[in-house]
């Protein structure tokens, strides 16, 4: 019996071989099959970002890309309001800003305003001024020019340089309308304030002139080594701070997308959803902590 089967299982050279190359062939078509994925089609975006959200959406479409390599991306960086209306106009898929959108900028753009995360905005000066805190009320006064010297708050003046030069941010910045709603609530800013383009901008005239004052977010400051960030009220300009809601400063992250988004584009906000896009989100900004 052993006999037998051991002759009817082995099969004859000739047998053997064309059992072989079908083998063979058939290993060739599976090792074909696994070595060419299903193709991702090319998806191209055009992203609007605020100034002070450039940085969180180029890090997130690096991070897209990395998972998605047939991807391509248009950033158009402006302020807030510009972005906003820009996405009404439809000169973008979808877009980051800082500030909270008006019911009816959303109105206009079709779109839902998705939150990602908290951020801040620093109060910054040069690393010569020994300014360490400012409360609500002397960060008013200064912005409004009632103080206008650094020695009314006790201090020298730094490199001998007394008169405050206020910085400030176009109008339509979101880092301006935080300080406008939260801290100057009415009150004009000083007309001796000299406008920044730029949270860079502002962060390098402040590092080449140790008078000066400004403001910038804080994603955008990140332990910026040539600028002192200053506590407010007394609570520290910190991530944790940020996060814990105990920082006064404080503005919103929000992804702005269209209703009638694409496919492609609702895989983004997916990414963005996911593990990954939430770890490299959290790199720039904070996530809302709850008591």
Not at 48 to 62: H, K, L, N, P, V
Not at 91 to 109: C, G, H, S
Not at 140 to 156: A, F, H, P, T
Not at 210 to 235: E, F, M, Q, S
Request: aromatic share 8%; charged share 20%.
């Amino acid at each position: 019996m052993n006999k037998q089967n051991s002759l009817t299982t082995i099969p004859s050279p000739a047998r053997a071989s064309s059992l072989l190359a079908a083998c063979l062939f058939l290993l060739g078509v599976f090792a074909a099959c696994r070595a060419t994925p299903t193709p991702i089609a090319p998806a191209h975006f055009r992203i609007g970002t605020a100034d002070s959200t450039q940085y969180i959406a180029r890090e997130i479409g690096a991070a897209f890309r990395a998972a998605h390599p047939n991807t391509t991306f248009d950033f158009f960086k402006t302020n807030s309001a510009m972005t906003l209306r820009q996405l009404a106009f439809g000169q973008y898929d979808f877009a980051f800003t800082e500030r909270n959108p008006r019911a009816d900028e959303l109105e206009r753009a079709n779109a839902i305003a998705y939150e990602l995360g908290r951020d801040g905005v620093f109060i910054v000066t040069h690393p010569a001024n020994a300014l360490e805190n400012l409360s609500r009320d002397e960060l008013k006064k200064i912005l409004g020019g009632e103080i206008n010297r650094w020695s009314q708050l006790g201090l020298d003046p730094p490199d001998g340089q007394d008169v405050i030069q206020v910085l400030t941010r176009e109008d339509g910045a979101g880092t301006r309308a935080v300080l406008e709603e939260q801290i100057m609530q009415g009150a004009r800013t000083t007309p001796t304030a000299l406008v920044q383009p730029t949270n860079l901008d502002m962060l390098d005239y402040v590092a080449e002139h140790p008078n000066a004052i400004g403001y910038v977010a804080a994603n955008i400051w990140d332990n910026n080594a040539h600028t002192r960030a200053v506590a407010l009220d007394g609570v520290a300009p910190t991530r944790q701070n940020i996060a814990n809601g105990t920082y006064p400063l404080l503005q919103t992250v929000f992804l702005i997308v269209p209703k009638t988004a694409s496919a492609d584009v609702t895989g983004f906000v997916d990414f963005i959803a996911s593990d990954e896009g939430r770890a490299t989100l959290y790199r720039r900004i904070s996530a809302r902590q709850t008591n």
